[in-house]
Each structure stands twice: as C-alpha cells, then as structure tokens.
C-alpha cells in the first residue's frame, strides 16, 4: 500500500509525537509514505477569518500538489483540522465547477491545477478500512493485556464527513484497540468536542468540555485520540480541570499509533511517548515491560 502523505503544521511542532509513530507504525505494517513536495500550513481555523477563498485555496493547492506528483493513490492525512479542511475543498469543488475555476485561478500562478482526482482519508479511515484488526494482530509481540483505553475521535475526523464511522456513536477505533490486547472502555464520550479553540478564546467554556471528558474517562488506563487538537487540551489542562471538578482527573493521552506501535514492539522513544505531557507512571512501566 502507497499514499501521499500530508503531515501538517502540528505534526512538526506540537504533535511530533504523532508524526513519529504514524511512520514507524505503517511501516511496520508495509505502508508506504509519499510526503507531498514542498506542502503547505492547509490554513487551520485562521485563514477562514481572514478570506473564505484562501482557506479554500490553501489547502487546495496541497491537493494539487499531489495530483501533479503521483495521480494515482490517496492522501493520507493524521491531524483531523487539516483532513478536514482538504476534504472540504475535496468535497466542494467536486460539487461546484465554478467554485473549482476560481481556485484554479489562484492556483495558475504557480503553475498548478486542481483536477479533483484524488480521494483524502484521515489516518483512522486507512487504519481500520484499509489494514485493520488483520493486519495488527499478527505482528503484537508485547499485547496491552489488563490496559482499559478509552477511545476519543473528538469531531472534525467524522463530522460533517462522516464517511467511515457514525460521528453520533463512533467505533472504528475499537476493534484496533482490542487487536493490540487491551480492553475498549466503556463510554460515551467519544464523538463530543474537546472546546477546541474555545481553549484559547474562552477559557471557561473549553474547561468545562475538557473536564467532563476527563472525568467520564476516570477508570480507564488511558485515552486514545487521532486529533492534535484534542489531544493538546486533554493533556494540557487535566491540572485546571480537575480544580474545576474538585478532583484528580490525570490520566495518560496517547495518539491512536502510540498505543499501536508499543504493542508492535516499538520503544518508548520510537512513538515518541518522551514527547507526551501526560503519562502516568503505571502506564509507562507497562510500556516498558519485557517482550514474551
């Protein structure tokens, strides 16, 4: 299997974490990655303040970028803000020829054009439509046996585009899980927002959602997410949080890769887990104990 990856901004920044086991863990499944030449920042939640058409254009130029490298296969995308912004424009010039024409526009001044030919999946879409249970299971060589992980996809990987899972009750994550020997938790909080942004510009109204969360996943060893952003405000603010809730609500947050990748046999080091803010210390010698 081949794909056109597109890392994003926060996978060279605040995510290397997630950056690091994605590669190392679909190359251990026989991925391999293409990372689209001279990419771009897809333009996030900003550009769509400033222009509606460079928040289309942006990302559109990453999809043309891809198209003119290799037609043929699909981008692969972690970071659910930058998935879902190329699938925006995936799916609006796919609907709106005149819409594509302007794109098409700014584009030509590079030399580019956006033909539409090719498909964006999120990381979690290729990991349970493409490889799934059956591809993990055979190569754990250190099963997570006794680990409880709760499964968040927060909102932006399945909403409005919900074309691999229900975004209302979410489950793709969970036969993944089991695969590397641990336990699904049982919750339901997997499709609810994290606050996103509303962390940086209202403070009260993110807590609050982060706080729930944190305190409906009080039980399990673990959360497991697929989105930057989600795993940046659970794992950021469990101290405010749990002040908030008059409790401790420190849990470890581990990208959906991370737990992979361990049960795979990767190190520590090899999914990045040093990176993570929040790791518990039962989590860590867990991590550590010997191959069988």
């Not at 995936?90 to 030509?108: F, M, W």
């Not at 090719?118 to 290729?126: A, F, G, I, P, Q």
């Not at 089991?178 to 109204?205: I, L, N």
Request: proline share 6%; glycine share 8%; aromatic share 4%.
């Amino acid at each position: 299997m081949k794909y056109h990856s597109y890392p994003g901004c926060s996978l060279e920044g605040t995510a290397l974490e997630y950056d690091r086991s994605t590669r190392a863990v679909l190359a251990l499944l026989g991925v391999e990655l293409a990372e689209i030449e001279d990419w771009t920042c897809c333009g996030a939640s900003a550009a769509e303040a400033t222009s509606g058409l460079m928040a289309l254009v942006l990302p559109a130029r990453n999809l043309a970028l891809a198209e003119r490298q290799a037609a043929s296969m699909d981008i692969l995308v972690p970071c659910s803000a930058c998935y879902l912004n190329l699938k925006n424009v995936q799916e609006k010039t796919r609907k709106d020829p005149p819409l594509t024409a302007k794109i098409n526009t700014v584009l030509g001044e590079e030399q580019l054009h956006l033909h539409g030919r090719l498909r964006v999946r999120h990381l979690l879409d290729v990991l349970a439509t493409d490889l799934g249970p059956e591809a993990i299971r055979p190569k754990v060589v250190r099963p997570l046996t006794g680990l409880r992980i709760a499964p968040y996809y927060g909102c932006q990987c399945l909403r409005p585009y919900a074309g691999f899972d229900d975004p209302e009750l979410p489950v793709s994550m969970e036969p993944l899980i089991r695969a590397t020997g641990a336990e699904v938790f049982p919750w339901k909080m997997g499709g609810r927002c994290c606050g996103a942004s509303h962390m940086s510009t209202q403070r009260a109204v993110g807590l609050e959602l982060v706080a729930g969360l944190l305190e409906s996943a009080c039980g399990a060893d673990a959360v497991v997410t697929v989105c930057p952003m989600c795993q940046m405000n659970l794992e950021a603010f469990q101290g405010p949080a749990g002040r908030l809730r008059r409790h401790d609500l420190h849990i470890s947050i581990l990208y959906l890769p991370q737990l992979i990748g361990l049960a795979l046999g990767l190190t520590e080091q090899g999914v990045g887990l040093t990176c993570n803010l929040a790791v518990s210390r039962d989590w860590e010698s867990h991590a550590r104990t010997p191959v069988m």
